[in-house]
Nanobody
Framework: QVQLVESGGGKVQAGGSLRLSCAAS????????MGWFRQAPGKEQEFVAG????????YYADSVKGRFTISGDIAKNTVYLQMNSLKPEDTAVYYCAAGWIDSRDKYGMEYWGPGTLVTVSS
């Protein structure tokens, strides 16, 4: 079993950047495919980005492709989400998750962090 804790959320103006971190404990991030998801107020949770356990594949939602980058650091047992050119519609609680990912539309996440809030003002 792995425990996940996100950090790095906060308030930023449109066009700005944030880097989210997901620190894992109990197991290593390389034991899982890792993903970032988000849920905006009044909306369903959606897939944002994913990385395979060997970091050979990355997946992105169309809405963030070219702006967000997912990466992992096995030595730090941490997964990151670099978010650039942020837009007000990126405002959401962002969750880190561990499980399996075949594509941005097909995945099964077993473990979730508590989430971190990102607020983008116009």
């Amino acid at each position: 079993q792995v425990q996940l804790v996100e950090s790095g959320g906060g308030k930023v103006q449109a066009g700005g950047s944030l880097r989210l971190s997901c620190a894992a404990s109990g197991r290593t991030v390389s034991d899982y495919d890792m993903g970032w998801f988000r849920q905006a107020p009044g909306k369903e949770q959606e897939f944002v980005a994913g990385i395979s356990r060997r970091a050979s594949n990355t997946y992105y939602a169309d809405s963030v492709k070219g702006r967000f980058t997912i990466s992992g650091d096995i030595a730090k047992n941490t997964v990151y989400l670099q978010m650039n050119s942020l837009k007000p519609e990126d405002t959401a609680v962002y969750y880190c998750a561990a499980g399996w990912i075949d594509s941005r539309d097909k995945y099964g996440m077993e473990y979730w962090g508590p989430g971190t809030l990102v607020t983008v003002s116009s």
